[in-house]
């Protein structure tokens, strides 16, 4: 089970890296903040923040020094990962919102103020323990990470369903209202892995440890990597799938 | 004022003067057929508005009993095309367009 988790969090490294570094390159291109957010999003989480939370990980049981300061680095590169991901869905999706400035706000704050408190904790009672021992700094930062992913999913599906009737009267490309729906899924699987996780520890279990943890984080690391290459990354032949239905009712 | 609210104010306002229409009654009508083309009042682009004036409003005019709706219509969409350009406004659709490798 374990390999199977492993090879969707391999895949999904890699899949962020590519994309991650084409969106980087786009950025670099168009000097547009979208890009940029969603570069560093990508790059952030699943490529440099989640591997770095291992190596703490890794540091502590192997006894080794440096596990509070490796977690602090990684917690930090995370939480800016999830961080640009509500300003990307403020600027695109709620631009002159005045409670999308506070819904960001907000959880900007959420994800940066527990860090501090959580390594504290973790430098008194390693990992498991500190974590353990401040479950509200934890609490919060979790559901900052989770209200960002419901918030971009959220948006992005909504402007999934209102540009289907766009799409009747040729005012969007059907590649760019899938692209909509696939933004939402992607962000939907990181969402339901966060929360399996959540749900994991509030049972008790070690996610680390367990079975359907593992399946299920795997499972959804595919569907997150095929989301996202198809999304940012789009093959010729599935944008011609994506266009051939409006191509047969212009017809 | 921005592109959008200009393109949505000019058709409101054409509707008011060429109707019997008051002008809760135009913004309203204009809203609705924004709505059925699923687009929005602080986003829609006069290219788009153009589309919904050709394409949807005629039917919403009809349904108020509005005559010669053909000949508004037109005319709306001819003075669209004269507004000044919408510029490089980074609505949801283009900033999507552009990540997935639009040129």
Redesign the interface.
Known sequence: MQSISLLGVGIQAIASLVVGLR?AS?ARR?R?F??LA?SLTTLLGTVFGYPLGLLAIALERAGLPGVAPVFFIAASVMMTGVSMNYFFTW???R??APFAVVLCGLGVWLLFSPIGAVVVHISRYGIDGGIQNSPVWVAMAVGAVLGGYVWTASESFR?Y??????LR?????P??SN??LL?SLASACFLAIALTAGIGVQLGHDPLQSAGFSLAVGALGLVNSACNVL????PQWYLDWVSRPRAAVGA | MSAAARSFDHVCETLESRTQLNRLEARGTVRLALK?????V?SVTAR?MS??VE??LPGELQSRGIDDTDSICRDLVRSLASLPSDGAA?T??S????????K
């Open positions: 969106l786009l168009t547009r979208p890009e969603l600027r695109v999706f631009q002159n402007y369903l209102t540009s289907r009737r766009q009267l040729g005012l969007i490309e590649t760019v692209r909509f933004w999304c940012f990354l789009p | 059925e083309a699923g687009l929005d602080g788009q589309v919904v394409r949807i980074d949801p659709e900033v999507f367009g552009r990540l997935g490798g639009a």
